[in-house]
T-cell receptor
């Protein structure tokens, strides 16, 4: 079974530039998550999709971050404009059922390491 | 979702059991306890989850207290490859991680 695919693996940009990350979840998984992980911290949930609808984006900095999941499969996360403090690993995860269903595990991709200089 | 509390770090000798505690005193009746771990430079990896009963799989055992306010993840024979950050989540509606416990398995 193929895992969660993310690209690119690494990205270096200058502050005020824009950047986009792509995630392909495991086939058939309805729920997709984006996380930001700053060095030395646990992953911070940015947004959760159920199919192509947003379930939770309360921690997404909406002035500069946006995410979409058209057709309920692949997803993109965009930052525009980037700030130095956005330097982090961006992780994508998927699960078969909504986390509210209780009995489901999430599978994570390898992440995209973003460096803003 | 219930907040979880874990020790910042723990050490374990190779070949011995590693017992990682988690406090989730505000857990509600329908919230599962999940454990994930993250090895350096990789995405988190699912280990085990449970609701009320103790659970065991090929990776670990999960012991949940009767009042469900705390749990312990047990790695029965820790190896150097088990060195990682271990996260406990009491989940109902989303997957929110805390800081986790950094487990170091020493030779």
């Amino acid at each position: 079974e193929a895992g969660v695919a993310q690209s690119p693996r690494y990205k270096i940009i200058e502050k005020r530039q824009s950047v986009a990350f792509w995630c392909n979840p495991i086939s058939g998984h309805a729920t997709l998550y984006w996380y930001q992980q700053i060095l030395g911290q646990g992953p911070k949930l940015l947004i959760q999709f159920q199919n192509n609808g947003v379930v939770d984006d309360s921690q997404l900095p909406k002035d500069r971050f946006s995410a979409e999941r058209l057709k309920g499969v692949d997803s993109t996360l965009k930052i525009q404009p980037a700030k130095l403090e956005d330097s982090a690993v961006y992780l994508c995860a998927s699960s078969q059922w909504p986390s509210g269903a209780g009995d489901t595990e999430a599978f994570f991709g390898q992440g995209t390491r973003l460096t803003v200089v | 979702d219930a907040k979880t509390t874990q020790p910042t770090s723990m050490d374990c000798a190779e070949g011995r059991a590693a017992n990682l505690p988690c406090n989730h005193s505000t857990i509600s009746g329908n919230e599962y306890v999940y454990w994930y771990r993250q090895i350096h430079s990789q995405g988190p990896q699912y280990i085990i989850h449970g609701l009320k009963n103790n659970e065991t799989n090929e990776m670990a055992s999960l012991i949940i207290t009767e009042d469900r306010k705390s749990s312990t993840l047990i790695l029965p024979h820790a190896t150097l490859r088990d060195t990682a950050v271990y996260y406990c989540i009491a989940n109902n509606n989303d997957m929110r991680f805390g800081a986790g416990t950094r487990l170091t398995v020493k030779p």
